[in-house]
């Protein structure tokens, strides 16, 4: 009688456990693994290249593998499945998968980074940037925003370690100003899956639920979480 070589042995008997082994309830607490060029593309499948110059945004647009780099630096191990896939699919959705850095359609004054923060909060971030890197004194921003430093504050935050850190920033730094997000949020996120997000989008973005925000949430969702781990029923394509 002949025996699998042990190689092919371990390899029937990890396939056997895998398929033995129960399905997770979703549980957005769940902190997510190390991220990959391949789990940014499948959130945001056009970052997979990028054109010449679309729509006329010079340097704007970044791949995948690009906005990667950026992204690893403000996701580290405490990121939860449900913050992470709030911040990557509002990135995703807000700037066409990375093509954009400022807002065109439609267009707005100084509005931009990845979040497509409004002028407003533009000014603000830039004001905190500055106070962390010690230029506070150069950039100088006071607590009104006007035309005269809102280009030179968007400036501020265009590169990408900052604008691919504004969603996250503007989650974590804005309960304290008129319309920014609910300190409750990223708990929310963590704790309460698609409600979570939902309550994220309309009172701490303070934008309208559509059907694109949801399937983008669900493909970060899908792409963030363990195989084994089922979907949030939100996310179903049954009718």
């Known amino acids: 009688m002949q025996f699998p070589a042990p190689t092919v042995l371990c390899v029937l008997l990890a396939a056997l456990a895998t398929a ?3 399905l997770l309830k979703f549980d957005s607490r769940l902190l997510i693994s190390s991220l990959t060029t391949e789990k940014i593309e499948a959130i945001a499948p056009k970052s997979a290249t990028c054109p010449p110059v679309p729509q006329g945004a010079v340097n704007e647009c970044r791949t995948a593998g690009q906005a990667l780099v950026a992204i690893d630096i403000h996701f580290g191990n405490w990121t939860s499945i449900g913050e992470g896939a709030a911040l990557l699919s509002t990135m995703a959705f807000e700037s066409d998968d990375f093509r954009f850095n400022r807002k065109k359609v439609p267009g707005r004054a100084v509005q931009g980074t990845r979040a497509m923060l409004t002028a407003k909060w533009v000014r603000i971030y830039a004001k905190y940037v500055s106070s962390v890197l010690g230029l506070s004194s150069r950039l100088g921003y006071g607590n009104e925003i006007d035309d005269s430093n809102g280009e ?9 370690t900052y604008s691919f850190g504004a969603a996250g920033w ?5 309960s304290e100003f008129n319309g920014g997000c609910p300190s409750e949020t990223r708990l ?4 309460e899956g698609w409600a979570g997000f939902e309550n994220y989008v309309t009172k701490c973005l303070r934008r309208p639920m559509d059907e694109k925000r949801k399937q983008k949430w669900c493909m970060a969702v899908m ?5 084994n781990m089922v979907m949030p029923a939100e996310c179903s394509t049954k009718t």
């Open 223 to 227: 792409t963030l979480k363990p195989d």
């Open 188 to 191: 929310q996120l963590n704790n």
């Open 152 to 160: 030179a504050a968007l400036q501020a935050v265009w590169a990408d």
């Open 170 to 174: 503007y989650l974590l730094h804005t």
């Open 20 to 22: 033995a082994s129960p």
